[in-house]
């Protein structure tokens, strides 16, 4: 429900001045999941086939944690609606159902939980993180070529980055959490759009100040190909 919720906060602002419509697009695509065949319904009783698959690494948030290792299904369905799953070992969570015209949820879900992981981290307010981030989205961001090898073949494409805190007025009280970065990469030759998606806050000079990286990365095999 909370990803749902903002995705609609995200999907709101839709009135993105001239000099950040290209930022805008490139990460809230519209027709990112176009081209792509539904699952097929599952036997009943049957778990359902996952149209693409992520990878999910997220470094630990306290000193002596191990890094929290999952995937991500997503499922697209006959009836044009898009449901994503976490996957961690035989477990698995039920994150939500979106309809496939809004595009790819992926990067709502994205932003959603490095926005929980930050203001668990750092302690800040994630209300006031999560207002910084949507007037990053409303700015121009860094956005660079590059290349991929993904499915057998190299693939053109592009890298958006965002710093929501960059000229951020309480950037001298947030430490090195200022330095907050959000990567995109995506291209119209990848399946769904998003080949990965990344958030890192590098590390602190104290003990306990360790870094922070959350990464989401299209799994290059099997169903996946394009």
Same mark, same amino acid.
């Given at each position: ?6 995705? *609609?906060?995200? *999907? ?7 000099? &950040?419509?290209?930022?805008?697009? *490139?990460?809230?695509? +519209?027709?990112?999941?176009?081209? =792509? ?14 149209? *693409?698959? !992520? ?6 948030? +306290? ?8 995937? $991500? ?10 449901? =994503? $799953? =976490? ?50 989205? =409303?700015?121009?961001?860094? $956005? ?10 190299? $693939? ?24 907050? &970065? ?12 998003? !080949? ?8 602190? +000079? ?8 959350? &990464? ?11």
């Amino acid at each position: 429900m909370r990803v749902f919720l903002l995705l *609609l906060v995200f *999907l709101g602002l839709t009135s993105a001045p001239l000099s &950040a419509a290209e930022t805008y697009d *490139l990460l809230f695509r +519209k027709g990112a999941l176009s081209g =792509l065949e539904p699952s097929p319904p599952p036997p009943e009783g049957a778990k359902g086939t996952d149209t *693409l698959v !992520y990878e999910r690494v997220v470094s630990p948030l +306290k000193k002596g944690e191990s890094a929290d290792k999952d995937t $991500i299904g997503l499922q697209l369905t006959s009836d044009d609606n898009v449901a =994503l $799953i =976490l996957h961690r070992g035989p477990q698995m969570r039920f994150i939500g159902t979106f309809p496939a015209s809004v595009g790819n949820p992926l990067i709502m879900y994205f932003l959603e939980s490095a926005l929980a992981d930050i203001a668990k981290q750092s302690g800040g307010s994630p209300f006031y993180m999560r207002n910084r981030i949507k007037e990053a989205l =409303l700015k121009d961001a860094e $956005i660079v070529p590059v290349s991929l090898h993904f499915g057998e073949r190299d $693939i053109s494409a592009r890298q958006v980055t965002i710093r929501p805190f960059a000229e951020d007025k309480a950037r001298a009280q947030m430490g090195r959490f200022a330095e907050l &970065a959000l990567a995109v990469t995506v291209s119209q030759d990848i399946p769904g759009w998003y !080949y990965s998606l990344q958030a890192t806050v590098p590390e602190g +000079k104290g003990e306990a100040d360790i870094g922070y990286t959350a &990464a989401i990365t299209l799994s290059d095999g099997g169903e996946n190909k394009p």
